[in-house]
């Protein structure tokens, strides 16, 4: 598509451009042979390229495998390094580094040849041939280590699979074996490089910690040193668990009290309880009283006097000397076994006093030591302080150490544990080249030149005015100029696409295409138009702010011809009156068909709301017609009529609106409209006065010419009256407005351009 003419899919003859395809598929199939001929000819200049890869596993560093070794799992603490995503990336880019590169080139000795070395001579046929052009020759005052080590990393490739732990290392080259080895070499001085770092790593470690040790160790000595000294001048000596000896001493003194205390008061409450059942003359059910031997045996005997006294009071009177005697006895017994209960009872209160003895000296001995912590604070204080450095000095040492054991341990076992790096695959000579493939990419680049050279055709085929549909070959492209006329508003959408015109009776030129409409264009001034007027036809004469009136159709075709310039768009032309539609159809015809006499396309549009219109008068059917194309109901090539004997189109005014009450689409209105711009080189609208005024208004004025049917002198009266800023009740500017006079009165004042209109009052 052209900036000049947007054309639909509907319009496209897709028949034309199959033709057109199919004339320059021989020449567009020699081309492609030709260029796929000449790209075979190429790679064949060009060495063949063969690829060799090494894959690696990078695999955590330990002793032992997980993969074998059962008792391990995937959370082992065994494991020394995480493996994930950053950590293979970072193998990846470690591998790509200048240091590993320029190894690899001083081992290979690759700046010793040619592929790698352009001063040395080129390598293929293409590139001698290109040198002598000028074009890949060696920079000047670059080291031949330099130019080994940029074609390295230009044929160096090293990739991670997503998800992963496989690195794999392509190397390119023209020799199949030193592609193969120098893959394998990169893997192998990588891995090296890994172990000797660990080593590298481990004893600059050692080397940085003994000293260290070294220096701890006499400060914890000394520091511990002080501490003991300080202890033995400030008489603070530990106690057990850690502890000073006062504290200790303090400690086990409360404890002492504690028990002495319960002790006492067991003692007085034993005593208290004796004293009383004493009192009570009972005290023989004491639990001491009752654990004593002697007065045990004491009350056995005086339970056997009883008995007795009780055995022969049935056979004696009391004073029988052997009663006496046993009374006597019972008597003594009784007096022994007091004496030993009091003697009991005095040893509890004996007990309770020697309690409190003791729980009062426990009390005095307590005082005294905290006398003396109170005293002892600030060296106690400070012999603290001097502990908890040496402390601090000792754990360091310690940690050193164990560090530094763990180090050793690490350097000797990474000798024997596999290093990071694994490699699963090592890389082999290919036999097959990887570049160039001659006859693939010939076949692609004679494929892709025909499609391109096809596409190229059908392209300038829609460019071409000559596959529009509806349009004949040969037919002059018109609207060369006419984006320049379009005004900037939005393209309008109908309801269905505007499909190309096909009429009845002749083939019709028609490009459906969105109108975009121009700015206000000048019309030739009245000189021009008089002038196109012919010697037979009189010129237009009319007073200052007047209507200019013509008499003749003639006069009238000449008027609106000398409206429209060549290379633009269509000149619309709206005719209305309070006229017949027998009259207005019978003037509109007239003055189309003197248009079209001078060579111009014309269509004559019928607009009318209600069905009636000038159709049927000038002997056409009404319907399909512009209503039934407003409404998507029916396409041009439904509805383009011819009139009989001439070269005007014609399109019926159709059923009307449905609702003639409602406003009227506008942008199905222009969009129509605009189509017609396009093809056409004059479109005159045909209506009476109140339709005219609604179209009018819809479309906001968009017409370069208005004329008004005069048919008597009340009308000529009302015309004259508006002036000529007036149309249809509308105040315009920029549209040429005539007065057609059938009442035989003439004047000629040509008006302006489509332009604005605004509502009168």
């Known amino acids: 598509m052209t900036s000049s003419t947007l054309t639909r899919p509907d319009d496209i003859d897709l028949g034309a451009l199959w033709q057109v395809a199919v004339r320059s598929l021989p ?46 799992g995937a959370g082992s603490d065994n494991v020394s390094v995480r493996m ?108 090296g490089h890994l172990a000797r770092q660990s080593l590298i790593e481990t004893d600059e470690v050692q080397k940085a910690i003994e000293p260290k040790i070294a220096k701890l160790a006499e400060e914890a000595a000394a520091a511990e040193a002080t501490v003991e000294k300080f202890r033995g001048e400030a008489n603070i000596f530990k106690g057990g668990q850690q502890t000073g000896l006062n504290e200790q001493q303090l400690a086990e003194l409360n404890a002492e009290l504690s028990r002495v205390t319960g002790t006492r008061s067991e003692a007085e409450a034993r005593a208290k309880q004796a004293r009383e059942m004493q009192a009570l003359g009972s005290a023989e059910t004491l639990a001491d009283v009752q654990r004593s031997p002697l007065i045990q045996s004491l009350v056995q005997s005086r339970v056997r006097v009883e008995r007795q006294i009780s055995e022969l009071s049935a ?66 204080a400070r012999l603290r302080s001097l502990e908890a450095d040496a402390r601090s000095k000792r754990a360091e040492l310690d ?55 096809f596409a190229l055709v059908v392209t300038r085929g829609l460019l071409s005015d000559a596959h529009v549909a509806g349009k004949p070959a040969g037919h002059p492209p018109r609207g060369g100029n006419r984006d320049r006329r379009r005004r900037d508003r939005a393209q309008p959408v109908l309801p269905v696409p505007v499909p190309r015109i096909a009429p009845p009776k002749a083939p019709l030129p028609m490009t459906a295409t969105a109108k975009v409409d121009p700015p206000p264009r000048p019309v030739a001034p009245l000189e021009a138009a008089n002038a196109n007027a012919g010697p037979e036809q009189p010129a237009a004469k009319h007073a200052a702010g007047s209507v200019p009136e013509i008499a003749s159709h003639e006069a009238m075709a000449a008027r609106i011809g ?25 003037e509109a015809a007239d003055i189309c068909r003197r248009l079209a006499a001078d060579g111009a396309s014309v269509i004559l549009v019928d607009w009318s709301l209600n069905g009636s219109g000038i159709a049927e008068p000038l002997g056409a059917p009404a319907w399909p017609g512009f209503a039934e194309l407003i409404d998507g109901r029916a396409r041009f090539e439904d509805v383009v009529r011819a009139l009989h004997d001439s070269e005007v189109h014609l399109i019926p005014c159709g059923r009307g609106v449905e609702d003639a009450d409602e406003p009227l689409d506008s942008d199905s209105l222009n969009f129509l409209l605009d189509a017609l711009d396009d093809v056409y080189e004059h479109i005159v609208v045909v209506a009476r006065a109140e339709p005219a005024h609604r179209l009018f208004e819809a479309i906001q004025g968009r017409f370069d010419c208005g004329i008004t049917l005069v048919i008597d002198e009340a009308q000529r009266a ?35 351009g489509r332009g604005k209109l605004a509502r009168v009052g």
């Open 718 to 752: 009302r015309v004259q009256e508006d002036g000529n800023g007036s149309f249809l009740g509308f105040d315009v500017e920029g549209i040429a407005l005539f007065a057609l006079d059938r009442c035989e009165r003439v004047a000629r004042t040509p008006a302006r």
């Open 315 to 380: 056979a004696l009177l009391p004073g029988h000397p052997r009663m006496r005697q046993l009374v006597a006895d019972l008597k003594g017994l009784k007096s022994q076994i007091d004496a030993e209960v009091a003697k009991i009872v005095d040893g509890l209160a004996k007990e309770a006093k020697v309690a409190a003895l003791r729980e009062e000296a426990i009390q005095k001995s307590i005082a005294d030591i905290k006398a003396r912590i109170v005293t002892a604070g600030p060296e106690e």
């Open 562 to 586: 000398a409206l429209h310039k060549s290379g633009q768009t269509g000149t619309r032309t709206l005719l209305t009156g309070a006229a017949d539609v027998f009259s207005l159809a019978n």
């Open 27 to 72: 020449w567009l199939a020699l081309v492609a042979l030709a260029l796929g001929a000449a790209t075979y000819a190429v790679l064949g200049m060009v060495a063949p390229r063969y690829v060799s890869e090494t894959q690696l596993a990078i695999e955590s560093k330990s002793s032992t495998n997980p993969f074998t070794d059962p008792s391990r």
């Open 399 to 453: 940690r050193l150490r164990a560090q530094y054991e763990a180090n050793r341990v690490r350097a000797d076992d990474a000798r024997t544990i596999p290093a990071e790096a694994h490699i699963v695959s090592g890389a082999r000579p290919s036999s097959t080249p990887v570049f160039p493939k001659k006859m693939q990419t010939a076949l692609l680049v004679a494929v892709a030149a025909l499609m391109i050279g």
């Open 84 to 191: 994930d995503r950053e950590a293979i990336n970072t193998h990846v880019r470690a591998m790509m580094s200048t240091d590993l590169g320029e190894a690899i080139v001083r081992e290979m000795k690759l700046a010793e040849r040619a592929e790698f070395n352009g001063a040395l001579g080129p390598t293929d046929r293409l590139t001698a041939l290109l040198r002598r052009i000028g074009i890949g020759v060696p920079r000047a005052g670059e080291s031949p280590e330099d130019r080994a080590l940029d074609a390295y990393f230009k044929r160096l490739e090293v990739y991670s699979p997503k998800e992963s732990r496989f690195i794999g290392i392509r190397f390119t080259s023209i020799d199949p074996e030193l592609a193969a080895a120098v893959a394998n070499r990169i893997a192998e001085t990588y891995r």
